[in-house]
């Protein structure tokens, strides 16, 4: 094999190469195209979502919150009607009740704010020499 005869085995062989590395360059730019696609549509999809869940939580609330009111409303019936209570008492037994358990339930939520600070993130985003100090 002479010079000549090398080279031109070489020069044969680069575009090949070369070839191969900007189709595969291709196919990744449209491999990533398609994910990112794929994932613009689901976070479309999961925002439509998000939305309809609140819509119906909503709703659903407010059934809750007229079911509630209707039971309140037999047991201040059912104290007036046995004698067990005026009026105004029942009622007043009804808002207790009601501030009572709003106490109960904020005490709950406060209970869970810790965790919206990701402790255990941070924890292991501190460096090792201020967790020793």
Same mark, same amino acid.
């Given at each position: 094999? %002479?010079?000549?005869? +090398?080279?031109?085995?070489?020069?044969? $062989?680069?575009?090949?190469?070369?070839? %191969?590395?900007?189709? #595969?360059?291709?196919?990744?730019?449209?491999?990533? $195209?398609?994910?990112?696609? #794929? *994932? *613009?549509?689901?976070?479309?999809?999961?925002?439509?979502?998000?939305?309809?869940?609140?819509?119906?939580?909503?709703?659903?609330?407010?059934? #809750?919150?007229?079911?509630?009111?209707?039971?309140?409303?037999?047991?201040?019936?059912?104290?007036? %009607? $046995?004698?067990?209570?005026?009026?105004?008492?029942?009622?007043?037994?009804?808002?207790?009740?009601?501030?009572?358990? *709003?106490?109960?339930?904020?005490?709950?939520?406060?209970?869970?704010?810790? $965790? #919206?600070?990701?402790?255990?993130?941070?924890?292991?985003? +501190?460096? %090792? +020499?201020?967790?020793?100090?």
């Amino acid at each position: 094999m %002479d010079a000549s005869s +090398t080279s031109t085995g070489t020069s044969d $062989h680069r575009p090949g190469v070369l070839q %191969d590395v900007r189709s #595969l360059a291709r196919e990744l730019r449209g491999l990533f $195209h398609d994910q990112v696609g #794929l *994932a *613009a549509l689901e976070t479309r999809q999961a925002g439509e979502s998000l939305v309809w869940m609140v819509i119906l939580g909503v709703m659903v609330g407010g059934l #809750l919150l007229s079911a509630w009111l209707g039971l309140l409303a037999a047991i201040i019936l059912t104290l007036i %009607d $046995h004698g067990v209570a005026s009026p105004s008492v029942a009622l007043l037994l009804a808002v207790g009740a009601n501030l009572l358990l *709003a106490v109960i339930l904020g005490w709950a939520i406060r209970r869970q704010l810790p $965790h #919206l600070q990701f402790p255990a993130t941070v924890r292991s985003l +501190t460096p %090792d +020499t201020e967790k020793s100090s």
